[in-house]
């Protein structure tokens, strides 16, 4: 079984992936459209 402690760990880890994927998505999309934009 895993301690308490890499369970903790983990978890706080995991949080920190899950923010910055939230706000990494919509800033590649965004990002995106404005290539698009600037090629077309």
């Known amino acids: 079984m895993a301690d ?14 899950i923010s910055m994927l939230k706000w990494s998505v919509p800033l590649i999309a965004i990002l ?5 934009v600037i090629i077309t």
């Open 32 to 36: 995106v459209l404005i290539v698009l």
């Open 4 to 17: 308490s402690q890499d369970i903790k760990s983990n978890e706080k880890t995991y949080g920190g992936f």
